[in-house]
């Protein structure tokens, strides 16, 4: 499913960059989802949590990002914070204006933002850099087995998935923004789906990096 709203749209200048927005609960699928999206050529705003798994040793998630938004959102009631995060759109905004200048220095046009609690800052971000939502969808069942192989707790499960999940779609109904839905493991077997992908973000990658990146979601 997709959604878009182009003639509406008013993009960032072209000496800022793109801004995509990956979104999903806990275990959903949306470090390979970044991976995939670095590897083409996105800039995913370094340095990142490193995790204690050895099958996704890093999380894609900026650490500085992920301080923001601990102090923006509950993590473990999944809801925002009453008082604490008023500050996190002018944060953000200083943030994201840095990760554009890096990002050009490393030759990248587009910036690829990762983590679970974004979906409840959403209207922030698209006050600041108007991004490019993408979705990505699995499971609750399989969110599950992931959560309890890992020895997370519960809103890092299926319960949690629901919050973030009517987080995402709440704002996504009230706002005309641009969102691509993609079903992970639709996206990791078929070179049709990543394709779309790809054709929707306007994407031209080198034949190397399109080899690593198929590579990465593969293994």
């Known amino acids: 499913m997709t959604t878009t709203t182009e003639s509406n749209r008013q993009r960032p200048s072209q000496r800022d960059c793109t801004t995509l927005v990956v979104l999903g609960a806990f275990s959903s699928g949306t470090t390979a ?25 890093s999380s894609y998630e900026p650490t500085a990002l992920r301080a923001a938004l601990l102090e923006a959102v509950d993590e473990q009631q999944l809801c925002r914070r009453a008082q604490r995060g008023e500050g996190f759109a002018d944060w953000f905004q200083s943030w994201w204006q840095d990760q554009c200048a890096q990002a050009r220095s490393n030759a990248s046009t587009q910036l690829v933002l990762k983590h679970p609690l974004l979906a409840f800052v959403m209207p ?7 991004p490019r ?9 399989a969110i599950e087995t992931s959560r309890q192989r890992r020895g997370w707790g519960a809103p890092y499960g299926a319960a949690g998935a629901s919050r973030i999940y009517q987080a995402i779609f709440e704002h996504l109904l009230a706002q005309p923004d641009d969102a691509l839905m993609l079903n992970f493991e639709r996206f990791r077997q078929d070179p ?18 399109q080899v690593q990146a198929d590579a990465w979601v593969r293994g």
């Open 33 to 57: 989802l970044t991976g995939y999206l670095e590897r083409l050529g996105a800039y995913s705003c370094p340095p990142h949590l490193q995790l204690n798994d050895p099958m996704t040793p």
């Open 124 to 130: 922030e971000m698209a006050a600041v850099c108007n």
């Open 133 to 141: 939502w993408l979705i990505m969808m699995r499971p609750f069942s």
């Open 192 to 209: 049709a789906s990543r394709k779309r992908l790809i054709d929707w973000l306007g994407l031209a990658p080198s034949a190397q990096g």
